[in-house]
């Protein structure tokens, strides 16, 4: 591989919010997840467990997220509380206008951005989702670790041709979850990626979002 073919597969790599129904073979999602084995981490400990949900075992779980929504409020594992400020605020309201303006959805309608909050948890109608967990006792520098495993997997995913995208969405009730998977209270949910074949037809995945550049990021020493 060359350093351009490599910049090219980052490149590929998007959000995905708009799937067709039928399933990935589970060979193909072996050799994307025996990929991201390979991701790095603090003394090798490899602190990530992944609970790969398919099918109507996922729209059940789907469903029940969905009506806790409407019944009562998140309790994450990890708090989703920070205020996004200045220009981390404005690039956050960037991707809502990428996402919501490709879904023809108008700032203004709350039943409309609603009903397009609640699809983030039946995974978008994916096939299959992932949900990575971090053991019981772990922190900040372990949950750093792990997503270095999420993006190694949404990568290797985008070289097998499959979409997919992260959402911290996915880890809103992971009682529900737990109880779903039958999993124990040891178990932190980090996240999840929902990913299958892409629904070129969905509006939603018309949405392009930028990056910043290089000089807003990188300061050099030296």
């Known amino acids: 591989m060359t350093p351009q073919d490599f910049d090219t597969l980052v490149r590929a790599r998007r959000s995905v919010r708009g799937y067709r129904p039928d399933p990935v073979a589970s060979e193909v999602i072996d050799a994307a997840l025996a990929t ?11 602190p990530w467990h992944v609970h790969i949900v398919s099918g109507d075992a996922l729209r059940v779980l789907g469903a029940a997220m969905t009506e806790a929504a409407h019944s009562g409020q998140p309790h994450p594992d990890i708090p989703m509380d920070t205020a996004y400020r200045g220009v981390f605020r404005d690039r956050q309201i960037g991707s809502a206008k990428a996402l919501y303006g490709a879904m023809g959805i108008a700032r203004d309608d709350r039943a409309g951005r609603s009903a397009a909050f609640l699809r983030n948890l039946d995974a978008f109608g994916a096939p299959h989702a992932a949900f990575v967990f971090l053991p019981e006792g772990f922190g900040t520098r372990e949950a750093a670790d792990l997503g270095g495993f999420v993006q190694t997997f949404l990568l290797a995913l985008t070289a ?3 979409g997919s995208v992260a959402q911290g969405a996915l880890s809103l009730y992971p009682d529900i979850v737990r109880a779903h998977l039958g999993l124990g209270a040891g178990e932190q949910l980090i996240v999840g990626i929902a990913f299958g074949h892409e629904d070129p037809s969905h509006p939603a995945n018309a949405a392009r979002t930028g990056r910043a550049a290089l000089t807003d990021i990188v300061t050099r020493h030296g």
């Open 160 to 162: 097998q041709g499959l």
């Open 36 to 46: 991201a084995l390979w991701a790095p981490s603090n003394c090798n400990i490899q």
